[in-house]
């Protein structure tokens, strides 16, 4: 199994950036999908997720009305469009996979809940 982030790079603040991760091994829409960030020195956080289904998505409040995660399962590919970046959105952002579970409407957030993760793709936004 692999999941594949992309799209990451360096943007100034106020900019937008389109994250995608690319599953390889495993059908995405028998798993919900997280994307989750850690920065240099911090624990890893939860961002975004989106479920099987498509319907229910899940934000993390620093990032709602900034953040749209969705996913097409033709192309077994979670996107991640993050507009109105801010300096502090920096960190290297990690898509995540978790096969199903009806607990993962209440412990999406929770990075131990997902089980196979990505690489990561570095998010840089300067001021």
């Known amino acids: 199994v692999q999941l594949q982030a992309s799209g990451g790079g360096l943007v100034q603040a106020g900019g937008s950036l389109r994250l995608s991760c690319a599953a390889s091994?495993?059908?995405?829409?028998?798993?919900?999908m997280g994307w989750f960030r850690q920065a240099p020195g911090k624990e890893r956080e939860f961002v975004a997720a989106?479920?099987?289904?498509?319907?229910?998505?899940y934000y993390a409040d620093s990032v709602k009305d900034r953040f749209s995660i969705s996913r097409d399962n033709a192309k077994n590919t979670v996107y991640l469009q993050m507009n109105s970046l801010k300096p502090e959105d920096t960190a290297v952002y990690h898509c995540?996979?978790?096969?199903?579970?009806?607990?993962?409407?209440?412990?999406?957030?929770?990075?131990?809940?997902?089980?196979?993760w990505g690489q990561g793709t570095l998010v840089t936004v300067s001021s």
């Open positions: 989106i479920s099987w289904s498509g319907g229910p998505r």
């Open positions: 995540a996979a978790d096969s199903w579970d009806p607990r993962w409407y209440s412990d999406y957030p929770r990075a131990g809940e997902y089980d196979y």
């Open positions: 091994g495993l059908t995405i829409s028998s798993y919900g």
